[in-house]
């Protein structure tokens, strides 16, 4: 009779979990092939095991959810097993009876483990309430279900195996009760898992498997020559449509998100979530108006939706400030900011730009640089300059080209740090050039706003004047920069200024002899640290200035928070209540630092202003490591 009753509740369980994975593997099968993802297997193998099975990612991340995360998924995988036996000893009962002491104890210690692994979670979810968790997606619904279902599983299970221990089975009909409840419970958690955020269970380790291999730096490549940029659903990867479901709401990327923390309508998360909603559509599920299947209206075309509006909106989109947090924050390898990359291109395509963006792409396609200011003026900074500053028609033996970038070409506040630097680089005899007037914009942000086509005749430009000067190594005084001609354009030596500097600090050709008695907290930008992992190297140059006591705010390295300028930002009015350079601003002031050192000018911009408009700015003063280092080689300045 129990096996009947066992055998059929399996069935229907069992076929509820498949036709539910069928639909999502047709779902996933709507989206574009997108860029290979299968090479080197064992590689790939090797990440499933350490971050989709030991949670190694998770961990490093939180470590009390990676070890609450951990025990919960090793005793499902105990009880999976379990279930698996029992069901074959069902058929052939001898098969495993010299094991079943040996399969009860398993089953004690799985109980144990989820029971464990689920109050950590909940301590967590509902004690502490981390700041992840603040903005709930609307149509989640499953969180509590889900929980809910595997505490009295559990429960229901530890109390059949006590009742059974102390009473006599037959006596009352309660152990067959429990043993229903418990037996239902597990096998609906199984059909479940398909149609809610238990799907990650599944989905995860296939988005570990098939993480891009691209560097960090480097953008995704358009989908072909008549690739448009990602307008509609169906414009979007399989890999995307697959991460969709891998995504289980954990909250990681929106906590970290600048646009999000500043009030803005982007949400990373949200994101991931409105592209799962979009199941029905593509299967031709959905009606007009967002009515439910069944009703007399037309079957939505996939063709017909944009995607802006249906899983973010305009405003959304472009305040993305691509500082690839979401990316780097995420324990199953979403990938949020590629996805908002895609929708930038899409809008792009289509003619849908903002005016601010249309601006910052106009001024850079003709005046080369982000203000519209001349580009005639490029190398104004120069002749006023008292120091000498060789351009490559003066030095044409030059060993380095130093690609100066807009912001230490155009902007008061970042030309200074330029001229100290020339100053330094004079005295430690490296042979460098500029281009001057010839310079042109390294095309890093234009890419990143999603104007492929601008970025690579920027790029082509770039590529020929070098050729005409015999360029083969440069190095870069923005990480922006940096970034594009390390990563993207190829074919050079490039280093980032900060290399050249801690070089000569090492060698002891830069001799740091004044001290600089201040309290410094040194802020990462993107571009340097989560896109070229550079984050030791500005934190040495800096311990090595005598004086100098380095803190850290309390977001650093990895999980540092972004000062709002990439990805276009640098120049348009940031949408949001509060912005990321003023939150920045606080932050660091928090830390009781004199100084916020920063290795970027658009932080420099950003973060300065941020200071004043915190009104911070008799607290804390922003200044660039290139000038604590002239001060400490030179002295302090009058
Ligand atoms: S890249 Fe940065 S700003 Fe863009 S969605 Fe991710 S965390 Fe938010
Ligand atoms: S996209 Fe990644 S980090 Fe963001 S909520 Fe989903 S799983 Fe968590």
């Keep these: 009779m129990f096996e009947v009753i066992y055998y059929v509740m399996l069935v229907v369980s069992l076929s509820v979990f498949f036709y539910g994975l069928w639909q999502k593997w047709k779902f996933i099968n709507m989206g574009l092939k997108g860029e290979a993802r299968t090479s080197k297997p064992l590689e790939r193998l090797w990440f499933v095991v350490r971050d989709g099975l030991l949670l190694v990612r998770l961990y490093l991340r939180e470590s009390k959810m990676g070890l609450s995360h951990f025990l919960f998924l090793w005793g499902v995988v105990v009880i999976l097993v379990n279930i698996l036996i029992f069901t074959i000893s069902f058929a052939i009962p001898d098969l495993f009876r010299a094991t079943y002491p040996w399969l009860k104890a398993s089953m004690t210690a799985a109980g144990v483990m989820i029971l464990l692994g689920l109050a950590i979670a909940a301590v967590n979810r509902y004690v502490i309430k981390p700041s992840r968790f603040a903005k709930k997606f609307e149509f989640a619904w499953d969180d509590n279900p889900v929980l809910a279902i595997f505490i009295l599983a559990a429960l229901f299970g530890f109390l059949l195996k006590e009742f059974v221990r102390f009473s006599e089975l037959n006596s009352t009909a309660l152990p067959y009760v429990l043993w229903f409840l418990h037996t239902a419970l597990i096998l609906g958690f199984i059909a479940l898992i398909p149609y809610t955020k238990l799907l990650h269970i599944i989905a995860a380790p296939i988005n570990i498997f098939t993480r891009s291999e691209r560097k960090p730096g480097v953008m995704r490549e358009p989908l072909g020559e008549d690739y448009t940029g990602a307008i509609t659903p169906l414009d979007l990867t399989r890999r995307d449509l697959l991460a969709s479901l891998a995504c289980m709401r954990c909250g990681r990327c929106q906590d970290i998100c600048p646009a999000a923390n ?122 006023k300059s008292e120091i000498e500053i060789p351009a490559v028609k003066e030095n044409p033996e030059f060993e380095w080209l130093w690609f100066v970038g807009c912001a230490h070409s155009f902007d008061n506040r ?225």
Excluded at 263 to 278: A, D, E, K, V, Y
Excluded at 285 to 311: A, F, H, M, Y
Excluded at 419 to 444: H, M, P, Q, S, T
Excluded at 556 to 574: D, I, Q, T
Aim: glycine share 8%.
């Design 414 to 638: 970042n030309i200074p740090v330029a001229r100290k630097l020339a100053r330094l680089l004079n005295d430690l005899e490296i042979n460098y050039a500029v281009l001057g007037r010839e310079e042109g914009c390294c095309g890093n942000d234009v890419r990143r706003v999603g104007e492929e086509g601008l970025f690579q005749v920027l790029m082509e430009e770039n590529m020929q004047t070098f050729e005409k000067y015999g360029v083969e190594r440069l190095f870069a005084t923005s990480p922006h920069c940096y970034n594009t001609f390390k990563n993207e354009y190829g074919g050079y030596e490039v280093k980032f200024i900060l290399e050249i500097l801690y070089d000569a600090i090492k060698s002891g050709k830069l001799e740091l002899k004044y001290p600089i008695n201040k309290r410094v907290t040194f802020h990462d930008p993107c571009y340097l640290g989560r896109y070229n992992g550079m984050y030791d190297l500005p934190r040495e140059i800096l311990k090595a200035i005598p004086g100098i006591e380095l803190v850290e705010m309390p977001r650093n390295r990895e999980r540092s928070f972004c000062c709002g300028a990439g990805g276009g930002n640098l120049v348009r009015e940031y949408p949001g209540e509060d912005r990321p350079n003023n939150i920045r601003a606080r932050e660091a002031a928090s830390t009781n630092a004199e100084i916020l050192a920063v290795a970027c000018p658009f932080c420099m911009i950003m973060l300065e202003d941020g200071v004043k408009a915190e009104k911070l700015d008799d607290r804390i003063q922003v200044l660039d490591v290139i000038e604590l280092v002239y001060e400490s080689v030179y002295g302090k300045e009058e």
């Design 262 to 383: 500043s009030g803005t309508t982007l949400n990373p998360m949200f994101l991931m979530q409105n592209i799962r909603r979009l199941e029905k559509v593509l299967l031709g599920k959905s009606k007009g108006n967002g009515s439910e299947e069944g009703s007399e209206q037309e079957v939505q075309n996939p063709e017909d939706i944009l995607l802006v509006e249906t899983v973010l909106d305009e405003e959304a989109v472009w305040a993305c400030t691509t500082c690839r947090a979401c990316m780097e924050m995420c324990p199953v390898y979403v990938e949020q900011m590629e996805i908002i990359g895609e929708m930038r291109r899409g809008l792009i395509e289509s003619g849908e730009t903002p005016p601010d963006v249309r601006d910052f792409l106009q001024n850079i396609q003709k005046q080369k640089n982000p203000w519209g200011e001349g580009k005639f003026k490029r190398d104004q900074w120069i002749k």
